[in-house]
């Protein structure tokens, strides 16, 4: 099993998927998932112009560690890899990419799905959302 590269990023430039899917390759893994999270143009019946994301970069890198941990053990996946935003991003842009890579589809797909769950629990990442009106609102994670 390969070792990963630099798989965790926290970033104030646009995201591109490829750059995480391409850390979690590996000729022993016949599966890559993804996860790309947009924001919303439209929330709760509200205009959203864009989210503004603030993040504790040294304790969500760690969560995110930890993250893998728990889903290599319970799924069997062999990479993780996280790139999310900190900073404005505005509706229709990407402010976070997960990619999981195993041998077989199964494992890396529940990986990711679960890895996307934990993030929006866990991580020391927080998102306020700002309307077309002016008007903004802090958003819990789920």
Same mark, same amino acid.
């Given at each position: 099993m390969n070792q990963l590269r630099?798989?965790?990023r926290i970033v104030d430039k646009l995201l591109v998927p490829q750059h995480a899917a391409l850390l979690v390759q $590996?000729? $022993?893994c016949g599966a890559i998932a993804t996860f790309i999270g947009t924001v919303r143009a439209t929330n709760a019946g509200r205009d959203v112009t864009h989210l503004e994301y603030e993040v504790h970069e040294s304790m969500a890198l760690k969560q995110f =560690?930890?993250?893998f941990e /728990?889903?290599?053990e319970k799924h069997g996946i062999y990479h993780l890899a996280i790139d999310h935003r900190r900073g404005i991003v505005p509706a229709g842009g990407i402010s976070v990419v997960i990619a999981v890579s195993s041998p077989h589809r199964r494992a890396s797909l529940a990986a990711c799905a679960e890895a996307i769950e934990v993030l929006k629990a866990d991580a020391p990442i927080w998102k306020k959302e700002v309307y077309r $009106? =002016?008007?903004? /609102?802090w958003i819990q994670g789920s």
């Open positions: 630099r798989p965790f $590996d000729p $022993d =560690g930890r993250m /728990t889903l290599r $009106d =002016g008007e903004s /609102t």
